[in-house]
């Protein structure tokens, strides 16, 4: 145990002065934004900041202009379309990543089937899941009971699918940058459209602001993002076999890993919702958005990761230091701040917001570090295509934080979900670290044994 601590100081003095060489040096920051990797990943990253900071404005705006109890209801159903766009998936965009780049003229083909089957399989999911509010989700059955309601979650449904797929599309092509221009279309969109609606909406106001502009920036980005980012796309409904065989292996396990990675995320707003209420779901929800900053860090750079991976799989040993060293440089700093200001930060939603929901917040920013490196393994193991362990570690990731929230929620609140979700990434971080410097120990002896 002394020597694994040893090593694992020695490791991290070793990364640590790298990473102030890197911040302190101008020639090396720019040298950064030669790489592809740091590239691409600078692209979402920087997309999924402004997306974020332009969210956190909407929420602001939606904390201050409809009751908690509205907030608490609308966040719910956008949880809930996020959960059912996240099956519809059906992890194709994984496979887009993967093969789109070696696809060659059956580029467009491809793209065209997963989007029509992603359309297909959010319809289906959104009445299924319609159909079976009472049994699954009761505090939500008023989104059957009013049928504009009821058409808007369908059609944003798919929205929500398309959205994610078209993204992945774009980090297939290494063309990221669009992924930022639809997300802040997205986000600018969205923020004066509460304002107007609560006059005539409650919980409705919240959710089709964010449906409508969700809805806009899609519609630009197929028909004009997409056919710049792969030109001569034109959109249609297709259904290529080859495609879909070719692909359904290696998306099928993905899918099964995105549905375990997204569950908590999305399952515990409607978990929260119908143990402890509408009220507590709000504060619930404005601590996850706002933790969500984090953890989009190291989500940037393990999809360019695995997007550079796809490409040259001779360059992922040197991609991999690279992404923990700049994940880290970026994330470290951005959770000790978090940790300081977490209350002031809640008060710009109102005061009831900072005093219900701080805890969880901390708890939730403190995650974010060992959600850095499962990040990071995860996309290793996705260009290894090492499926199995990429489900392994998914599944009990959702199974032990969904589990331990169950449990936790009616007896500490809000903050019971934010212990789970420490404990569960905690856990599977100090697994693969140990796994890791196993072998770096095992490579360092086997010279002897010779």
């Known amino acids: 145990m002394l020597q694994l601590i040893k090593l694992l100081s020695l490791r991290f003095s070793g990364f640590l002065t790298e ?21 691409n990943a600078a692209f979402l990253l920087i997309a999924n900041a402004a997306g974020s900071l332009l969210g956190f404005a909407f929420w602001i705006i939606v904390a201050r202009v409809y009751p908690a109890e509205d907030v608490g209801l609308a966040s719910a159903v956008i949880a809930a379309v996020g959960l059912l766009a996240m099956l519809s998936h059906l992890g194709l965009g ?6 789109l780049p070696h696809s060659g003229r059956n580029a467009s083909s491809m793209i065209n089937t997963v989007f029509t089957i992603g359309t297909l399989v959010s319809v289906i999911t959104a009445f299924i899941f319609i159909a079976g509010l009472s049994f699954w989700s009761p505090a939500l059955l008023f989104v059957r009971q009013h049928p504009i309601y009821l058409a808007a979650f369908v059609v944003f449904t798919i929205a ?47 959710f089709a602001s964010w449906g409508m502009s969700l809805g806009v920036a899609l519609l630009l980005s197929i028909f004009l993002f997409l056919p710049r980012a792969q030109p001569g796309y034109r959109p249609f409904f297709a259904f290529n076999r080859r495609v879909v065989n070719d692909m359904l292996h290696f998306s099928f396990a993905n899918y099964l890993s995105v549905l375990f990675r997204g569950a908590p995320g999305m399952l515990l707003p409607i978990m929260v919702i119908n143990i402890l209420g509408a009220e507590p779901q709000a504060y619930f929800y404005m601590a996850l958005m706002t933790g969500a900053v984090l953890i989009m860090i190291p989500e ?8 550079e991976g796809s490409y040259d799989e001779h360059t992922l040993g040197l991609n991999i230091r690279r992404s923990l060293k700049i994940t880290f440089l970026i994330l470290v700093p951005a959770v000790i701040l978090i940790l300081a200001i977490a209350d002031k930060l809640l008060l710009l939603f109102g005061g009831s917001y900072s005093e219900n929901a701080t805890t969880l917040l901390r708890l939730l920013a403190i995650s974010a570090i060992p959600m850095t490196i499962n990040a ?14 990429i489900v392994g570690l998914t599944a009990f990731a959702a199974v ?7 449990f ?11 212990i789970a979700y420490l404990i569960g990434h905690t856990t599977i971080a100090l697994v693969i670290v140990a796994s890791w410097l196993r072998r770096q120990r095992a490579l360092r002896l086997s010279p002897k044994r010779d």
């Open 160 to 206: 929500a699918t398309l959205s994610t797929l078209i993204n992945e599309t774009f980090v297939a092509e290494r063309r990221a940058s669009f992924v930022l221009a639809r997300g802040f279309i997205f986000s600018l969109l969205k923020l004066p459209l509460p304002i107007v609606l609560a006059a005539f909406f409650h919980s409705f106001g919240i």
């Open 94 to 99: 994984m496979g887009l990543i993967r093969f």
């Open 300 to 307: 940037a750079f393990s999809t360019s990761l695995f997007a």
């Open 400 to 406: 032990s934080i969904l589990g331990l929230s169950y």
């Open 408 to 418: 936790l929620l009616p007896r500490m609140g809000i903050d019971g979900a934010g």
């Open 19 to 39: 990473v102030i060489s890197i911040a302190t040096s101008k020639e090396r920051l720019k040298q950064l934004f030669r790489v592809s990797l740091y590239s």
């Open 376 to 389: 990071v393994y995860l996309a290793i193991k996705r260009v290894e295509k090492k499926l199995k362990i």
